[in-house]
DNA sequence: TTTTGAGTTGTTCGA
DNA sequence: GTCGAACAACTCAAA
């Protein structure tokens, strides 16, 4: 690749969630267009209730990218703005006849795509899309009548039967860069060791290493968080570092269980593309007269919760990892937010924002719907409203109570048969771990109550 | 149109 | 402690 100075027509790459170099058939069509130009827009409104730690992830990413270019003779151009403006102008700059992206799914994504792409229209320009962030895009795979999947393995046998285009592995060489006035990459003020190493590069490295060393096990250990036997890949996902098709194309016979998880993340894209509101609404309506508590009690819940001191160790053992890292294992997820939406009465959508605040690999697809899923809003055709026990939870996915020790140090004396259950008793050494703020047997009969009243005023 | 089979992820009870 | 069965009892997808 080369840098290219000159004045002369050429191609807008506009990277968002495919911050890469290899796998991207976004960038294959933009170099056919002449010397490109690899933007970044800092969007302040898609960074709306970000934390610290997805911030970070987030700019770190950019700046892995930029030193990837770099080494191909170009760099990456960073607006700050709205990409309305944004997006024409340096098109209008360069003199480029089409923008190019992987197109975006999400509502947001695809409100703003459509709001620059007539924008782009009225100067003649064009904004192209080529691929997505997903194996087989959102919209593709449909039932027989022609409608999204609501279920699962209906939906995975359908996707795994459309198939993917096998991944050109290797950073094209046709590519010439240009590059024009950038504003900085930001950068943020956390120590090193703050969040993974980001970028392409690392998240190669994390799938080869999962791939030669976590797959194996990855069937039995998958759902034991002591264990920490899960791929670590997400939040390169969420940010495109990788392509889930670069990971399939190395998948073997024997790999089905994780190939399961790389489609549950394609289901909910496709499930929120077929419904885009279900972002911040109920996707299943005849749940919507569900009562959630609010007033300043369930403001006191939320915050036990969310600071990880419910007096449950395995829940707050994870709402203090999520805090710490960004990261929550998939099993935490669901225990957790089935414990604020079934023992503490609150709302799915306040559990969803935290997650996405706190969360590195925060995609608005797997998060809102991994919510509806556990507060019996979403796609979950059950007959029946499945309650997680975390004591039971805990025993079973934390048998040794390694994982809880870690992160609830108070319990760090507690011996392994009562670590997931320590509650005072007048023969036991004291600790400071907090009691629990409700007794789970009491709000789970509260919660089955509620949702059969629920059903009962929807028919 | 009707029918049939099945649905990521649970819990509890009793042998 | 472990394991299998009972319980939850509605909705989707496809035949």
Do not use: C
Not at 202 to 230: C, I, M, Q
Not at 354 to 368: G, S
């Amino acid at each position: 690749m080369t840098r290219d100075t000159s004045a002369s027509a050429g191609s807008v790459l506009w990277f968002r969630r495919d911050l890469r170099l290899r796998d991207h058939p976004a960038l294959l069509a933009a170099a056919l267009d002449g010397p490109v130009v690899a933007l970044f827009v800092l969007d302040d409104v898609a960074l709306r209730g970000a934390g610290p730690l997805r911030r970070a992830w987030l700019y770190r990413t950019l700046q892995a990218l930029d030193a990837d270019l770099r080494r191909y003779g170009g760099a990456l151009v960073v607006r700050a703005g709205s990409p309305d403006d944004v997006v024409p102008q340096i098109a209008r700059e360069v003199g480029a006849a089409r923008v190019h992206v992987s197109a975006d799914f999400t509502p947001y994504g695809v409100a703003r795509d459509d709001r620059v792409r007539s924008r782009l229209a009225t100067a003649g320009r064009e904004l192209v899309e080529t691929g997505s962030p997903y194996a087989v895009a959102p919209g593709r795979v449909l039932t027989a009548e022609g409608r999204p999947y609501q279920v699962f393995t209906p939906f995975y046998r359908a996707w795994a039967a459309h198939g993917w285009r096998a991944p050109a592995a290797s950073v094209p060489s046709s590519v010439t860069w240009r590059v024009v006035s950038s504003d900085p990459i930001p950068s943020d003020p956390l120590p090193d060791n703050a969040v993974p190493p980001a970028g392409e590069d690392a998240a190669l490295s994390v799938w080869s290493e999962f791939r030669d060393n976590g797959l194996r096990d990855y069937p039995r250990a998958r759902d034991r968080p002591d264990l920490d036997a899960t791929s670590h890949l997400s939040a390169y996902l969420k940010l495109g570092a990788i392509h889930p098709r670069t990971i399939l194309a190395e998948l073997g016979p024997d790999d089905g269980a994780f190939a399961r998880q790389l489609a549950w993340r394609e289901f909910y894209g496709h499930v929120l593309f077929g419904s885009p509101n279900s972002a911040h609404e109920d996707y299943r309506t005849t749940m919507s007269h569900l009562s959630y508590d609010e007033g300043l009690e369930a403001d006191r819940r939320f915050a036990a919760w969310a600071t990880g001191s419910t007096g449950y160790p395995m829940v707050d053992a994870a709402m203090r990892q999520l805090l710490a890292t960004g990261w929550m294992h998939n099993r935490l997820r669901m225990l957790t937010a089935s414990f604020l939406v079934k023992d503490l009465h609150l709302d799915w959508r306040r559990g969803a924002r935290h997650f996405m605040r706190h969360l590195l690999d925060a995609d608005v697809a797997n998060n809102q719907h991994g919510w509806q899923w556990v507060a019996g809003t979403g796609t979950d055709a059950a007959p029946y409203h499945r309650v997680f026990n975390p004591v039971t939870q805990g025993k079973r996915h934390d048998p040794d109570g390694g994982y809880v020790r870690r992160w609830v140090p108070e319990l760090a004396g507690v011996p392994a048969d009562r670590v997931h259950a320590p509650w005072p008793a007048p023969e036991r050494p004291p600790h400071d771990y907090p009691a629990p703020i409700v007794d789970h047997g009491v709000e789970r009969a509260e919660a089955l109550a509620r949702y059969a009243a629920a059903r009962a005023s929807s028919s």
